[in-house]
C-alpha cells in the first residue's frame, strides 16, 4: 500500500554534513506523519525526527540543532550537519497513516569517520 525508498546515505567526515531522501509512493493520502529512526550497531533503534501532514516537527534531543527534517509532497528529506561520529548508524524512514499503520524503508548507512 505505501512504499517507502531511500537515498542519500556514505561516509562523511566529522564536521561534514548530508542528505538523506526517502520518497513515498502507493495510498500516500492515508499517511499522517514520516520520519527517521536510526539504529546503531548493537543499539536499539532509536527515535530521530518525523514531521506531520500539517507540518509539526519533533526532534531527538540528540539531533537538535543540527538535523532539519523538511517535506515536498510525499518526499521528505532529512538534512544532517555537524555530524558527529556517533551519528554512524542505519537510517530508516518511517511512514505512519492514519490507521495507526507502519511502514519503513529498507535503511541506508551513514557513517562519520575520519
Known amino acids: 500500500q505505501v512504499q517507502l525508498v531511500e537515498s542519500g546515505g556514505g561516509l562523511v567526515q566529522p564536521g561534514g554534513s548530508l542528505r538523506l531522501s526517502c520518497a513515498a509512493s502507493?495510498?500516500?493520502?492515508?499517511?499522517?506523519?514520516m520520519g527517521w529512526y536510526r539504529q546503531a550497531p548493537g543499539k536499539q533503534r532509536e527515535f530521530v525526527v518525523d514531521?506531520?501532514?500539517?507540518?509539526s516537527t519533533t526532534y531527538a534531543d540528540s539531533v537538535k540543532g543540527r538535523f532539519t527534517i523538511s517535506r515536498d509532497k510525499m518526499t521528505v528529506y532529512l538534512q544532517m550537519n555537524s555530524l558527529k561520529p556517533e551519528d554512524t548508524a542505519v537510517y530508516y524512514c518511517?511512514?505512519?497513516?492514519?490507521?495507526?499503520?507502519?511502514?519503513w524503508g529498507q535503511g541506508t548507512q551513514v557513517t562519520v569517520s575520519s
Open positions: 502507493g495510498i500516500t493520502f492515508r499517511i499522517n506523519s
Open positions: 514531521i506531520t501532514r500539517g507540518g
Open positions: 518511517n511512514a505512519v497513516t492514519f490507521g495507526r499503520e507502519e511502514y
